[in-house]
């Protein structure tokens, strides 16, 4: 519980630069699904290689949907979401350069919406239950690779600024701002675990039913 009040304390330090984190990133989502919807071109061909992609990289997480296992599913989710997507893509490559994860962590956003963009052209309950559903795992997923953004964002400022953390030099700027960016990784891991769980879910659980 402490490790989350200190995350939630950096969150509450720089609220409004965490929000417009948030803005920054959802904005880039929606940018990409409007692109998506007028070039349904380019939309077919990502989700396309996602799909490939993810049959030829990642069989074991396909089996574990496909077999209906839903903790392995989870477990699986979860790892690829927390290791990949928000420490290695975007944290530790702001550890190497300043803010480094606001740039990729934008261009996840940009493709997340090129991929998931909405079907304009059967607007039915249940398409529109779909989109709801995949909506909100979006959402839930992309809170936190915010948080990992934002945690980029203290770091570099930390490193470019240390007076704005009471640091006498960009070393310790460095380090603070390190330590900053790790302090939000209880919410991160937190976040991405509810999102697993949901995407689970929906994938094996619900979406099937719609039909």
Known sequence: MSLWKHGLGVVGASFRSFLLVNFVYFGLVGCGMTYGSWNP??????????????????????????????????????????????????????????????????????????????????????TLSRGALIGLLLLLEGSGYVLAMFGSFLHGRALLRPASVGATGRWDGYKIGACQSLALYPLIVTTLTVAAVYEATILILVLPTLK
């Open 41 to 126: 071109d380019v939309h077919q061909r990502l989700a396309g290689n996602l799909r490939t992609g993810a049959k030829q990289g990642l069989p074991a997480v396909v089996a574990a949907y496909g077999d209906g296992h839903f903790f392995r599913a989870v477990a699986w989710t979860l790892g690829i979401n927390l290791m990949g997507g928000a420490f290695l893509y975007i944290t530790l490559p702001s550890l190497a350069v300043p803010m480094a994860g606001l740039v990729t962590g934008s261009l996840r956003a940009v493709t997340w919406g090129l991929i998931f963009t909405p079907s304009l052209a059967r607007l039915d309950a249940v």
